[in-house]
C-alpha cells in the first residue's frame, strides 16, 4: 500500500520566530546616522523656536530611524522633568497621511495630530470664541454631530502645542503635503506649517524624500528660517563610503547565522547593488531573506535567499534615478556658487560669461539695464514744474 509523501513544515518555531524579531530591532549606528543625528539635536537646540527644519534623503535610507533615535534622546533629556511635570509631553510625531483624494486634508492632519497628543474629547472643543464646536452635549445625547472646521482644530492644535511644549513636532513622510488642488500653491501648504512653529514657538521637522526640495526655497522669508540634513546613500564615487559600507554589512552579518562571516563580507557588491547604499533598503531585504531562510528550514543564511528576496534590476534602476536626481538638486556646485558671489557684485564683470550658468548670463545683463529694445528709454528723471517750462524755453 502507497504511503503518502509528507511535505516538511515551513512554520517558524518559537526559536525561529524569536530570531527574526531580535533580527528586526538591530539597528547600525554608521557615521551618515550620526552625523544627521548629532545635527539635527544641534538645532534642536540652538536654532530659533520657530525654524523648520528639512530632513531629506532617499528612500530607504533609514529617515525614520533616524526619527525614532533623536525622539528616544530627547525623551531621556526630559525625564527628570516629566516626572513633576506631568503635562508636558518631550516631542509630538505622527505621519502624515497619504490622502486617498489625491488632495491632502489639514482638517485630518489636525485631528491626528491632537490624537497623538492624547487630547481628550477631540470633538467637542471650544472655538476661538469660547462656543462649543457642536451642541455642548457628549455622546450618546449629542445628536448633532460635530461641527468643527479646519480652522477649529488648528486654534486646538496650537493651544494643545503651548500648554504641552514638546521640544518638536515631527511629521513623517511630509512629501505627502505636496499632495493638493490645483488652485492651491505650494507655498500656502507649507505658509501653514511656518505660522504654527511661529505661533507655538515651536520648531517643527518634516521628514521625506527628495520631493520635500520643492518647499525648501519657496520664498526668501522660508529660506530664512529653514534648516536642512541631508540624510544620504552611501556612493562608491565619494571617498570611504565603500569601505564604510563593507562594515555596515559586516555589522548585520554578525547578527545574522551565517556558516561563515567572511564569505558573507564578500557578498558586500551584491548587497550594495541590490540596496543603491541604502542602509535602510539593506535592513529590510535581509529581513526578508533571513524569513526565506527560515520558511525553507535552513540554517544559514546563503547566496540563494538573497537573490530571491533581492529587488530587481529594475526597480533598483528606478530608486538610482530618484537618488541621482535629488543628490543633485541638494549639492552646490561651484559654478552656482559663483553665479551668486557675480549677482552680488562679488566678482568682476568680465568673470560674469563665464561663471554664471548656461542661459542665465543673459538674465543677469537685463537685471543691470543691458540690451534695451530698440526705442527703450535710459532710465533718467525728467524736469517737471518751472523747470520743464524754462527747460521747453
Not at 494643545?160 to 511629521?171: D, L, Q, S
Amino acid at each position: 500500500m502507497p504511503t503518502e509523501a509528507t511535505v516538511p513544515s515551513t512554520e517558524p518555531t518559537h526559536a525561529d520566530e524569536k530570531l527574526a524579531q531580535l533580527f528586526r530591532a538591530v539597528t547600525i549606528a554608521h557615521p551618515k546616522m550620526l552625523v544627521a543625528k548629532r545635527r539635527l539635536m544641534e538645532f534642536l537646540s540652538d536654532a530659533p523656536r520657530n525654524s523648520v527644519i528639512f530632513v531629506l534623503g532617499p528612500t530607504g535610507v533609514g529617515k525614520s530611524t533616524l526619527r525614532t533615535k533623536v525622539e528616544s534622546e530627547i525623551k531621556s533629556t526630559v525625564a527628570e522633568e516629566l516626572q513633576t511635570d506631568c503635562g508636558r509631553l518631550p516631542v509630538v510625531s505622527l505621519e502624515a497621511e497619504a490622502p486617498d483624494t489625491g488632495i491632502f486634508s489639514w482638517r485630518d492632519h489636525f485631528k491626528r495630530l491632537l490624537e497623538a497628543m492624547r487630547e481628550p474629547l477631540i470633538e467637542y472643543k471650544l472655538d476661538r470664541r469660547g462656543r462649543p464646536w457642536a451642541c455642548g452635549k457628549l455622546p450618546p445625547q449629542c445628536e448633532c454631530g460635530p461641527r468643527a472646521s479646519g480652522a477649529d482644530y488648528r486654534y486646538s492644535v496650537e493651544q494643545a502645542i503651548r500648554y504641552r511644549r514638546p521640544a518638536a513636532v515631527f511629521i513623517d513622510e511630509a512629501q505627502h503635503l505636496s499632495k493638493m488642488n490645483s488652485g492651491r500653491r505650494l507655498v500656502d501648504q507649507l505658509d501653514v506649517i511656518k505660522s504654527i512653529a511661529n505661533h507655538t514657538a515651536t520648531p517643527h521637522v518634516l521628514i521625506g524624500t527628495y520631493d520635500l526640495l520643492a518647499f525648501r526655497n519657496l520664498s526668501g522669508q522660508l529660506s530664512r528660517r529653514s534648516l536642512t540634513i541631508h540624510l544620504g546613500r552611501y556612493r562608491t564615487d565619494q571617498p570611504g563610503d565603500a569601505a564604510v559600507f563593507v562594515n555596515v554589512v559586516r555589522s548585520f552579518g554578525a547578527h545574522l547565522p551565517l556558516q561563515c562571516q567572511d564569505e558573507f563580507t564578500k557578498e558586500w557588491e551584491f548587497l550594495y547593488e541590490r540596496s543603491i547604499g541604502c542602509v535602510g533598503i539593506l535592513k529590510d531585504w535581509l529581513v526578508q531573506a533571513l524569513s526565506m531562510m527560515l520558511r525553507r528550514g535552513g540554517q544559514y543564511l546563503e547566496r540563494r535567499d538573497l537573490e530571491v528576496t533581492a529587488l530587481s534590476v529594475n526597480q533598483c534602476e528606478k530608486i538610482l534615478a530618484e537618488c541621482i536626481e535629488g543628490e543633485m538638486q541638494i549639492e552646490e556646485s561651484e559654478e552656482s556658487r559663483m553665479y551668486l558671489r557675480v549677482r552680488l557684485g562679488l566678482e568682476g564683470r568680465g568673470a560674469e560669461r563665464s561663471a554664471t550658468p548656461t542661459g542665465v548670463a543673459e538674465h543677469v545683463r537685463h537685471a543691470h539695464g543691458r540690451n534695451r529694445r530698440p526705442g527703450q528709454r535710459l532710465p533718467v528723471r525728467d524736469p517737471i514744474g518751472r523747470e520743464a517750462v524754462s527747460h521747453g524755453a
